[in-house]
């Protein structure tokens, strides 16, 4: 049976970092692995992490089994992180959370529970997406079109091109946005912009489904969810995966959720219920532990404070690093890289042809996927003057 297989491509950013680790450059640097980094190059525990961890186990007295839904109070706990204090959805018991491995999860989670709703409808995502929206949508079955997003050349959204064809869409379609730090190009829509587009799909009926990874990397936890919690105001019907695995830095203990806000109560309490049918359908049920950690954090009004504060670290960090880089850039004579200082998150295109991504590996060990999206974490104060020479220099 199992003769017929043929063998994959070894995925591509897996290949480079294979070629990075064997590398024996001092100065070589990895920007190519999307996990954020501190200036030593490290990913280490949260403090607030730790903490809650460790008040989890204190009071652990199981490892029986969880349930579909997973951690108690964790789904609550999320709702407020992402939709705020007192949002309308949530006020009027519209919206169904549940935990799901990651974010990974949440979007195919999302996908398996379209499919039951609606088998034929289409789902949009923007050009360029993260790559893994296609398998993760695309392998539950669903049809997937793209909609214009980012404009390379002017680096920025191509807002009125991406209007244009989502006024196309109707009540058959979903919408799949980066709630804020977009993946890979770092571009992300204005509040005007978030605000046209609500006007949009109210009037033609299409559902957006929200892609929050990265809450708290962009301008703060409060301003990120800014679109999100306006969609699902003003709309009746929103999707939103959630990820715990940047702004936690819980990566491998597989955190997050998926939330429907319903039309009404009664169809939230069907939604939930499906939900849950999926969930049992593919995993059973969630992994307990990162989930537990992030209830004991945001449930905490100490241990809180202390997570909020140490986001706010990790995205002044890489606000600094942009800035840095944007006028390392201009002292070498090369002062059209200010866009990188407006973009948001780990992510940005530095703009690069596949040849210069190719001689910056070959002549000075930097590393990048070949359509020269960087993950801004990689940099630091230590390594900023070698990475903009070696990028200067191949501009040349
Ligand atoms: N969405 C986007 C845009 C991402 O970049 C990522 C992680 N790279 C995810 C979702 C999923 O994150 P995870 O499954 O690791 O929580």
């Not at 091109?161 to 799949?176: N, R």
């Not at 804020?180 to 770092?186: A, L, S, V």
């Not at 939930?272 to 209830?295: C, D």
Request: proline share 4%; hydrophobic share 40%.
């Amino acid at each position: 049976m199992f003769n017929q297989l043929d063998t994959l491509a070894a995925d591509p950013i897996l290949g480079l970092m294979a070629a990075y680790q064997q590398d024996t450059h001092p100065q070589k640097l990895d920007l190519g692995i999307g996990v954020y980094k501190n200036e030593e190059g490290l990913t280490p525990v949260l403090e607030s992490v730790s903490e809650g961890q460790n008040r989890h186990i204190a009071l652990e007295n199981t490892k029986s089994y969880l349930n579909p839904a997973g951690y108690p109070g964790f789904n609550e706990a999320m709702q407020t992180l992402i939709f705020g204090e007192a949002h309308p959805a949530l006020m009027s018991h519209r919206v169904a959370t549940v935990q799901t491995p990651g974010g990974c999860g949440a979007l195919r989670v999302a996908a398996e529970l379209i499919k039951r709703a609606m088998a034929d409808v289409t789902i949009w995502v923007s050009d360029p997406t993260w790559a893994n929206h296609i398998p993760l949508l695309g392998d539950a079955g669903l049809s997937i079109k793209t909609y214009p997003y980012y404009d390379p050349k002017n680096k920025g959204v191509r807002f009125e091109d991406m209007l244009e064809v989502l006024a196309q869409l109707g009540t058959d379609d979903i919408v799949l946005l980066h709630g804020c730090c977009h993946n890979p190009c770092g571009a992300d829509l204005s509040k005007e912009q978030w605000q046209t587009l609500a006007g949009l799909a109210l009037e033609r009926g299409f559902v957006p489904f929200i892609d929050m990874a990265y809450q708290g990397f962009g301008d703060g936890l409060e301003d990120d969810a800014y679109g999100l919690r306006l969609l699902s105001e003003q709309l009746p019907e929103v999707i939103v995966a959630t990820s715990c695995s940047k702004n936690f830095g819980l990566y491998r203990e597989r955190t997050g959720c998926i939330s429907f806000v319903c039309e009404s109560e009664k169809a939230m309490k069907a939604t939930k219920s499906q939900l849950l049918s999926v969930a049992r359908g593919i995993y059973s049920m969630p992994p307990a532990h990162g989930a537990a950690i992030v209830e004991a954090i945001l449930n905490h009004s100490t241990l809180r404070e202390q997570w909020i504060q140490e986001v706010d670290g990790m995205r002044k960090r890489m606000q600094g690093l942009r800035s840095a880089f944007s006028k390392g850039m201009a002292i070498r004579g090369h002062d059209n890289f200010s866009f990188i200082e407006n973009e948001k998150g780990m992510f940005s295109f530095l703009g690069l042809t596949p040849q210069q991504v190719e001689a910056l590996r070959v002549r000075y060990s930097i590393y990048m996927i070949n359509s020269s999206r960087v993950n801004i974490a990689g940099i630091s104060s230590v390594n900023i003057d070698y990475l903009c020479d070696s990028v200067s220099e191949v501009l040349e």
